[in-house]
């Protein structure tokens, strides 16, 4: 059985940093791309970034909105997932969700919640003015 843990997410004013991680368990990552969602108070869950099974960083996608300053990765050694969000804006309050993917690598349909196989609880990220 799959089992996914978030890390607990936090509040934050502008301009700071907060640093999420997701856990999983009951399955090798080794052969599956990863990503984050958020979904904001009355808004539909979007894709945050992506990052393929080899953890190459060049292969990795971004939203334009976090663009430079998010920042994925993972650890497949200890079957972890990460994002460390600096520069935080108001606009980024959300409950963050990582997700395992169902294929390896993170192409242009990346952001498609149809081709996520898992889903972790989620996390609420909060950003003050």
């Known amino acids: 059985q799959v089992q996914m843990a978030q890390s607990r997410g936090g509040a934050a004013q502008a301009g700071g940093s907060l640093r999420l991680s997701c856990t999983v368990s009951g399955l090798s990552l080794d052969d599956y791309s990863m990503a984050w969602f958020r979904q904001g108070s009355g808004e539909e869950r979007e894709g945050v970034s992506c990052?393929?099974?080899?953890?190459?960083?060049?292969?990795?996608w971004y939203t334009d909105s976090v663009k430079g300053r998010f920042t994925i990765s993972r650890d497949n050694a200890k079957n972890m997932l990460f994002l460390q969000m600096n520069n935080l804006k108001p606009g980024d309050t959300a409950m963050y969700y990582c997700?395992?993917?169902?294929?390896?690598?993170?192409?242009?349909?990346?952001?498609?919640?149809?081709?996520?196989?898992?889903w972790g609880q989620g996390t609420q990220v909060t950003v003050s003015s």
């Open positions: 990052i393929p099974d080899s953890g190459s960083s060049y292969l990795n």
């Open positions: 997700a395992v993917r169902k294929d390896r690598a993170c192409g242009a349909d990346w952001y498609a919640r149809e081709e996520v196989a898992f």
